[in-house]
């Protein structure tokens, strides 16, 4: 009876989408997410142009023309340091939302844009190859922080109902910086040698709207009440997110959260990763983050020039197929948005991976036969298609999404900050070591993000539950007999009460303690 009397009060909490819900959603994503995806692939169009900067300014500073070894190792510290940045960025991020606020980390760290950005706009006039370096690194860490900033806010401030579609928009702005990036790197905009710098350093301006107008939207409610204990501004903050709906049955789940955690604070990594309670809820961040970064989408997006040129691609087409895929990108990233709350996380994350996997397989059949069967070549575009887009419908986005609903409020920050170092070291694994492990083993190299792509989609359909329309004391429930801490014991006096299992709340029967007086 009790347990039907929580579900109910859960489902209260269901809430519509409303004008300032879609505002923040935009607004976060459109000057931090976006400008992840800008970075990724901003490097890819002016490669040439960058290397040859090196190489003139290296030449007048020791006399001496570098060889294209020392080349190819400086523009792949370009564009991996990126993800040292990122890395970085996400060691940080537990700290900084305990003590700012979500929406208050993302305010803060966009100054980091402006600092990179105009190192990097600025290089070329100082004659400094280290300038662009050090960009590429302060932006990563701005990266770092919002990209696992952004979902946790969107997922804290939406209601159940919504929480993947919010979820999913900050994935669709990622696919839209790619796609930005791919424009304006066409020969007849900023792709032309002189126009680089300018082309690295255009993300301050998207940061300068945010800045503008992000500050006057409210601080995440779960964040003001379970944290900070001020139930008034959670009240204000859903007022506003809100509009109408049962604000009070929000509150009260909030609060029937905060009861379980009440003997704990926000919890350490190295409490986290000890925490036997949510043993299966840290493996799953773990595996389905390394597997986002090296199911082989980061070498795609790095390196397309350089994948289509060796696919047989004419040169002067490559900037619009290039072009096209991200267009693709967009298509599918909102195709996954909008289907998410009908099909739920698990088909488009299995399904993704599912058909990653396939597409990187198709690559190296396709690669190895194009000498023989000139169609090949097409098959191979239509598999690096196939990738991006089996890529943004469900596993660019849904692992983040994930990481905020499998934890509590204390194990939240601590659980980005693990998922966001590991998804930021595999993705400078693969920037840094891909062009040299495509040299080694030729399409060969494509199998083997075949078979991460396969190993990650075993394990969702085996391991990761269904998190649609749940609440996150429902989920962590579902957990629960997997990490072996639901113990019920049925006695004539019980009650359904929230059990404190090392701080970590779940549902179960407790003896009633009767107070006898003496």
């Not at 579609?165 to 040698?193: D, M, N, R, T, W």
Request: hydrophobic share 45%; proline share 4%; aromatic share 10%.
């Amino acid at each position: 009876m009790a347990e039907e009397l929580l579900m109910e009060n859960a489902a209260k909490t269901s809430g519509h989408l409303t004008s300032s819900l879609l505002a923040v959603a935009f607004l976060a994503s459109f000057g931090s997410s976006m400008l992840y995806g800008y970075n990724l692939a901003v490097v890819n169009s002016p490669a040439e142009y960058i290397k040859a900067f090196y190489n003139e300014t290296l030449l007048e500073r020791h006399d001496q023309t570098p060889d294209e070894h020392l080349l190819t190792v400086l523009y792949s510290l370009t564009v991996s340091i990126f993800a040292i940045g990122g890395m970085t960025g996400a060691l940080l991020v537990g700290r900084l939302v305990t003590k700012y606020g979500r929406k208050g980390t993302l305010v803060r760290s966009s100054m980091l844009v402006f600092i990179g950005g105009s190192l990097m706009g600025f290089s070329r006039w100082c004659r400094n190859p280290a300038m662009v370096i050090a960009g590429r690194f302060i932006t990563g860490v701005h990266s770092g922080i919002s990209l696992s900033v952004v979902p946790m806010y969107l997922g804290e401030i939406a209601p159940k109902n919504l929480r993947g579609f919010l979820g999913l928009v900050p994935s669709i702005h990622i696919c839209l910086g790619v796609f930005i990036a791919q424009v304006l790197g066409l020969s007849e905009l900023l792709g032309k040698e002189e126009y680089w710098p300018l082309l690295l350093s255009l993300i301050i301006f998207p940061t300068m709207v945010q800045l503008m107008l992000l500050p006057w939207f409210p601080e995440s409610p779960r964040y003001l009440l379970i944290e900070k204990g001020n139930v008034h501004a959670t009240i204000a903050a859903l007022k506003c997110f809100r509009k109408k709906g049962n604000i009070q049955a929000e509150v009260e789940e909030m609060q029937e959260e905060q009861r379980s955690l009440s003997s704990i604070q926000t919890l350490s990594v190295r409490r986290l990763l000890k925490d036997r309670c949510v043993r299966w809820q840290v493996i799953t961040i773990i595996v389905v983050n390394i597997g986002m970064q090296l199911s082989g989408i980061d070498a795609i997006w790095f390196y397309t020039n350089e994948i289509f040129k060796n696919a047989g691609i004419p040169e002067p087409h490559i900037q619009y197929t290039t072009v096209g895929t991200g267009a693709i990108e967009v298509i599918a990233g909102m195709l996954g948005c909008f289907t998410i709350e009908r099909v739920g996380r698990r088909p488009l994350i299995i399904g993704g991976f599912l058909f990653m996997g396939l597409c990187c397989a198709g690559i190296t059949v396709s690669v190895l036969h194009q000498d023989q069967f000139s169609f090949m070549r097409y098959i191979s575009v239509g598999c690096v298609v196939g990738i991006i887009a089996g890529f943004c419908i469900g596993p660019a986005g849904v692992p983040f999404l994930i990481t905020a609903e499998l934890f509590k409020q204390s194990h939240r920050p601590s659980a980005y900050t693990v998922a966001g170092c590991l998804n930021w070291l595999s993705n400078f694994t693969i920037g840094f070591v891909f062009p040299f492990l495509e040299e080694a083993t030729g399409p060969y190299c494509y199998l083997i993000f075949c078979a991460i792509c396969l190993g990650v989609a075993i394990y969702a359909i085996f391991i990761i539950p269904e998190t649609k329309n749940k609440t996150f004391l429902e989920i962590s429930q579902m957990f629960a007999t997997r990490n072996n801490i639901l113990n019920e014991e049925l006695t004539p006096n019980t009650q359904l009460k929230m059990a404190q299992m090392n701080g970590y709340g779940s549902l179960g029967l407790h003896d009633e303690k009767i107070e006898r007086g003496t």
